[in-house]
């Protein structure tokens, strides 16, 4: 296989089937999503059949825990896969909506249009859900995509990949609108962050790897997020119950995803109270602790923080913690160690919580719930193409509206400028 010649040949194909995208009428793509939810559904058992195959290949190459549990579906994950594509097609559809009209003196009226972005290319390792996440908010954004899978999920992706189009072709729409590329070449995702020509816009899901890879490569325009070193801080008005709740799920409900919480602060006038029971409670689930020396006279247990586990992202049973002053410090620590990924603040004090809000610069930002909410499913954005740390267009979970962008419009009446 030419790897150049099969990569052009999809971004003409993309382009194509944008084309036709950006004309489909709502009732075609959401027939489109619910075809697909149906197939999912029906096919469950050959998609865990498929996901066992990678699942054992996966770990006879040694492939790290973290990437492992990313790699695997259950019954459940599978329904939500389906579930997601169904609250997608339940969706308003953003495309073609005008906002913002207004008139001005010489009588035209001037606004905005949501329009697709084009030819999307996603690039993304182990995460079999990311396939119908983000082709099922391409087909509703009226969007083509390129997906670009891991070589370890190459089995399911593929099987994905045939009920995806089985849905578009029941629909009407092009199948060429989702195309899934066929080689575990790594140079076809050289040549797809390359294709200008062809693709719009690059959304990378991923490690530090691959990421630090495509933005030192990548000549499209990318939606990213580099890691998620993402904070629970608890306050000095924190309340104990809250507090040991949103502890334990933002770190112990999940070890390897990027929302995660890495880092914990407490505040110095509550420590005492507070951070011995949590610390029970997280060793308890055989989660490590590094700590600065006030939480290690306080944890026993605890091991010596270094300066680089302040801005870690473990992705593993390790969680760094820090008794700070107070809220000023703790902002000032989440801003200078942070990722801009997800934080969280645990307090009954509203005018500290809204100064967290404000004051603390990340994509999303909690009062007294788990940094595990920051996902566009729960968002309710019926699923996310991706996590994104930029400020420019999208930032946090990006779902529908974060892949359209917007055109002027301007509605006249035969009005010439003088």
């Known amino acids: 296989m030419d790897i150049k010649d099969y990569m052009q040949n999809l971004g003409r194909r993309a382009r194509t089937a944008s084309r036709q995208m950006a004309k489909a009428d709502t009732n075609a793509k959401n027939r489109a999503l619910l075809a697909i939810a149906a197939a999912i559904r029906r096919d469950e058992a050959k998609l865990l059949a ?40 339940s969706l308003p559809d953003p495309i073609g909506e005008m906002t913002d009209l207004r008139f001005r003196p010489s009588g035209i009226q001037v606004g905005h249009m949501r329009v697709p972005l084009g030819v999307i290319g996603i690039i993304y390792e182990a995460r079999p859900n990311v396939t119908v996440d983000a082709a099922g908010l391409c087909i509703k954004s009226g969007n083509a995509s390129i997906l670009r899978g891991g070589s370890e999920a190459i089995r399911c992706n593929q099987a994905l990949a045939t009920l995806v189009k089985e849905g578009l072709q029941s629909a009407g729409l092009p199948a060429d609108a989702v195309q899934v590329v066929e080689t575990t070449d790594r140079a076809a995702v050289g040549e797809l962050i390359t294709m200008r020509e062809f693709v719009d816009v690059i959304v990378p899901r991923g490690g ?50 990027c929302n995660t919480a890495e880092s914990l602060l407490v505040a110095r006038s509550v420590a005492a109270t507070l951070l011995p029971p949590i610390a029970a409670m997280l060793t308890a689930k055989g989660v490590e602790i590094r700590g600065c020396a006030e939480t290690r006279a306080l944890v026993p247990n605890a091991k010596e923080a270094t300066e680089a586990d302040w801005g870690e992202e473990y992705l593993a049973p390790i969680i760094a913690v820090k008794v700070v002053a107070g809220l000023d410090e703790a902002i000032e620590h989440i801003n200078k160690y942070s990722s801009s990924h997800t934080e969280a603040i645990v307090t009954e004090n ?69």
């Open 208 to 257: 530090k790897g691959l990421i630090a890879r495509l933005l030192a490569e990548s000549r499209v325009p990318m939606i990213q997020h580099l890691d998620g070193n993402c904070h629970v801080y608890l306050d000095d008005s924190a309340d104990a119950a809250k507090a040991m709740a949103v502890v334990e799920n933002s770190k112990t409900q999940r070890y390897g995803t």
């Open 50 to 89: 498929a996901n066992g195959e990678d699942l054992a290949a996966a770990r006879a190459a040694g492939l790290e825990p973290a990437m492992v549990d990313r790699l695997t579906l259950s019954p459940k994950t599978v329904a939500t896969m389906a579930e997601g594509l169904e609250q997608i097609a």
């Open 350 to 418: 509203h005018t500290h919580a809204m100064r967290f809000l404000r004051e603390v610069d990340s994509a999303s930002v909690m009062v007294n719930a788990s940094t595990r909410f920051a996902d566009g499913f729960e968002y309710g954005l019926g699923a996310e193409i991706g996590i994104s740390t930029d400020k420019i267009h999208a930032r946090g979970p990006v779902g529908l509206e974060g892949l359209t962008s917007q055109k002027w419009v301007v509605l006249g009446n035969g009005q010439v400028r003088g």
